[in-house]
């Protein structure tokens, strides 16, 4: 009742007005799809997204969130296919165990 009455009185309804983590890119890396999926973290946008591998019929997935937070969703995109990259080029299909 407590907290009605300040959402109330600051005008949230409980709900987070941040747009939710949906795909921004899609990039393809030495055989490897990147899909940047930054989401919102406290007004700024936080580095996520995933890396997946399709062999046959089978899709391997690793899917990773970092600490990083950027001032804007292109900026964290752009940061998390720039280390997307790097890590399929260290890493390559250990990446998935």
Same mark, same amino acid.
């Given at each position: ?10 005008? /949230?309804?409980? !709900?987070?007005? *941040?747009?939710?983590?949906?795909? %921004?890119? @899609? ?21 996520? /997204?995933?890396? !997946?591998?399709? *062999?046959?019929?089978?899709?391997? %997935?690793? @899917? ?34």
């Amino acid at each position: 009742m407590l907290g009605n009455m300040f959402k109330s009185l600051f005008g /949230g309804s409980g !709900e987070s007005k *941040e747009k939710s983590a949906s795909p %921004v890119e @899609t990039v393809d890396h030495e055989g490897y799809t990147i899909i940047a999926e930054p989401r919102p973290a406290g007004g700024q946008w936080q580095v996520a /997204g995933r890396i !997946e591998k399709t *062999e046959g019929d089978e899709t391997r %997935v690793h @899917t990773f969130i970092r600490a990083d937070t950027l001032p804007d969703q292109d900026s964290a995109a752009n940061e998390m296919i720039r280390k997307a990259k790097m890590m399929i080029d260290q890493q390559r299909d250990t990446l998935f165990d």
